[in-house]
């Protein structure tokens, strides 16, 4: 049996839903805490299964981006936690991960939530109507 991830919002852009599946559900699972991620994109390459995406910026891309988990790819190896130079790669359970990282989470490439999400589930309102990536 899975753990269902609640932090998913809808169905992950065509070129991210391509790439291959996990095999299994991790212990462990790397959440990006993007208020702290500078997009140098330094876990990326220690990444052994390709999970973790960049997001670009509004503008000027190559300066505002930052970096998300693709939270159902992730294998748990901290190898990316490890690496990064500005320590905002937490590692959770697999459980734990999935509640938090709506909250980590300021922009999504992977149609996952974000704290705007969460502030709109709050207020009952205008669900998913703001997200600053649109
Ligand atoms: S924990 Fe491992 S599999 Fe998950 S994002 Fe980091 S490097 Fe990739
Ligand atoms: S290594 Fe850290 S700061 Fe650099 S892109 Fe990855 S999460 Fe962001």
Known sequence: MTTENTARKGPRPELIAKKPERKKEPLKLAVID??????????????????????????????????????ERCIGCALCAKHCPWDTI??????????????????SACNQKTEQDLLSTLKGSDPGGSDPTH
Do not use: N, W
């Open 34 to 71: 993007q208020h702290g991620c500078t997009g140098c994109e330094a876990c990326i390459v220690f990444c052994p299964v390709d999970c973790i995406e960049i997001v670009p910026g509004v503008e000027h891309a190559q300066f505002q981006q930052v970096v998300e988990v693709d939270i």
């Open 90 to 107: 937490p590692m959770y359970s697999y459980t734990a991960g999935i509640k938090r990282a709506p909250e980590l989470t300021i922009r």
